[in-house]
């Protein structure tokens, strides 16, 4: 069994989940897949948690209280939310190894740094390897893979970050991390009788836009 895990360096769920991923790796193979989040929301018509009032301030809430209770590290950056593309190129360009993932994330969410361009990222990138960040995120191969992997997210039907694909199904967000657990578990799950009825509930009421 094979797992995608889309993800963007903008989401701070993202970094929690990471977190939570070693033991996923342990049972199953997972690709991380770097995707452009705002391109996902536009393509629903959907505005991301931050640009909501009242949500944002939630959002940000929930994640400081769920990485403290879980023990994992955790700063928000000095801006959010912030443009990603630099950080999700320089992934890209450093090999989207995993290693490489964990050193942008934990740049941003747990030492609470910038990660919106190339300036700001010259640190971790020589970190990776990567001397001159600003060329390695200009190139054109970079740009292309990140273009095919929003749109093979899309396709895929994604329409959030963090999102886990195994086979036909996707699991969305860090807390869903446990469901995945459970699925493994038993994957026939949603073939029991209530997700059926639920997965065909016909709508009651559709509202205008």
Known sequence: MHADWYFDFISPFSYLQLARLGALRARIGITPIPIVFGAVLK??????????????????????????????????????????????????????????????FEHIWRDGRAGDGADALAEVGRALGIDDVAIATAREDVKAALRANTESAMAAGVFGVPTLRIGGELFWGN???????????????????????????????????
Do not use: C, M, S
Request: charged residues 25%; without cysteine.
């Open 175 to 209: 807390d869903a991390t446990a469901l995945v657990e459970d699925w493994l578990d038993a994957p026939a799950r949603f073939d029991a009788p209530e997700y059926r009825r639920i997965a065909a509930l016909p709508r009651a009421v559709e509202r205008r836009r």
């Open 43 to 104: 393509h629903h018509g959907q505005l991301g948690p931050a640009e909501i009032r009242g949500k944002r301030e939630f959002t940000y809430r929930f994640a400081q209280w769920t990485a403290e209770r879980a023990g994992i590290p955790f700063r928000f950056p000095p801006a959010h939310p912030f443009n990603p593309i630099a950080a999700l190129r320089l992934a890209v360009a450093a090999g989207t190894t995993w290693p490489a993932i964990t050193a942008i």
